[in-house]
């Protein structure tokens, strides 16, 4: 069965600053990764996806993320962070062809953007 | 196009009470899940259905039963609700492409 780690369960970043929230995951063979963003006190919003093709995938809100097969990592990137990125982000592997059975998500990296 | 709805938003109740949680998708996706979350805890699978019909136990299923009424319904009970269920419970849905869809979360306290 797949696994996620999430190795930073906390980043403070200050604002304008980049930021990077790491991900790896466990199996080397074909997959689905995500990243969703869960603001407080609500539900989890897709930020991005790799389903295959470029490695490098672009999401809402300016995060963007790169696919590293050989690494089994799936690094979420922004340039330039907000106070309004505050949040809780989560990183998931799924097994293409499984109906979803085989999605697993991370513990969570909380991102907390400082004035 | 309201995506994953989720009824009540905010329960209350009290130990051995039963309540059912109610969750609906208008997406025509397959599957469907049910997660809760706590502090320190990420998210958590309790069931899922990968088709009409069909359910699963996932990691946490233990004191829940789930009903997948029809492709958009999936609801989750609780028979005798103890106060370690309190918490955010999270209905999803997912398209052929595994990506999932939340709806906003019941908030649920037992005492």
């Known amino acids: 069965a797949q696994s996620v780690t999430q190795l930073d369960s906390q980043v403070p970043v200050f604002e304008e600053a980049p930021v990077e929230l790491r991900c790896n995951y466990s199996s080397s063979v074909s997959v689905y990764l995500f990243w969703y963003v869960q603001y407080p006190n609500q539900g989890l919003q897709l930020l991005l996806k790799?389903?295959?093709?470029?490695?490098l995938v672009k999401g809402i809100n300016g995060f963007e993320a790169e696919f590293n097969k050989s690494q089994t990592s799936f690094h979420l990137r922004k340039p330039s962070v907000h106070i309004s990125d505050t949040a809780e982000y989560f990183c998931a592997v799924s097994d293409p062809g499984n109906y979803g059975q085989n999605f697993v998500f991370g513990p969570g990296t909380r991102l907390s953007v400082l004035p | 196009n309201a995506g994953v709805t989720q009824t009540p938003k905010f329960q209350v109740l009290k130990t051995g009470q039963s309540m059912t949680l109610q969750c609906a998708q208008d997406?025509?996706?397959?599957?469907m899940y049910w997660y809760r979350q706590d502090p320190g805890m990420g998210l958590r699978l309790i069931y899922y259905s990968a088709s009409e019909g069909t359910t699963d136990k996932g990691e946490v299923p233990n004191g829940y039963n789930v009903s997948r009424l029809n492709k958009r319904e999936f609801s989750l009970r609780l028979e005798s609700a103890a106060p370690s269920q309190t918490s955010v419970y999270f209905c999803?849905?997912?398209?052929?492409?595994?990506?999932?869809?939340f709806g906003p979360g019941t908030r649920l306290t037992v005492l």
């Open positions: 790799y389903l295959s093709g470029s490695t």
């Open positions: 997406m025509n996706h397959n599957s």
């Open positions: 999803a849905s997912s398209d052929v492409t595994d990506t999932q869809y």
